[in-house]
């Protein structure tokens, strides 16, 4: 993955990230909150999450020093 293509995924991806906070945020004010659909934008989180923090270690690997 080119560094440029990379970098834009990457700013998709962490917008996402933080859209879900919200729409999670949203749902939790309701005083019954959809579980179902909760536990769903969790989990999508959290694999957005693991795809960021790959495509952040393939553009800054790790320096052994």
């Known amino acids: ?9 990457l700013t998709l ?3 996402e990230h933080r ?3 919200g729409a999670i945020d949203a749902l939790l ?3 019954r909150p959809d ?5 769903r934008l969790k989990k ?3 694999r957005l999450r693991d795809e ?3 495509i952040e270690d393939a553009l800054l690997p ?3 020093a």
């Open 19 to 21: 859209d879900l906070d």
């Open 52 to 54: 960021i923090a790959a």
């Open 44 to 46: 999508r989180k959290l």
């Open 13 to 15: 991806l962490k917008e």
């Open 62 to 64: 790790d320096i052994i």
């Open 35 to 39: 579980q179902l659909r909760l536990a």
């Open 1 to 9: 993955m080119a560094d440029a293509t990379a970098l834009q995924r």
């Open 29 to 31: 004010v309701d005083s």
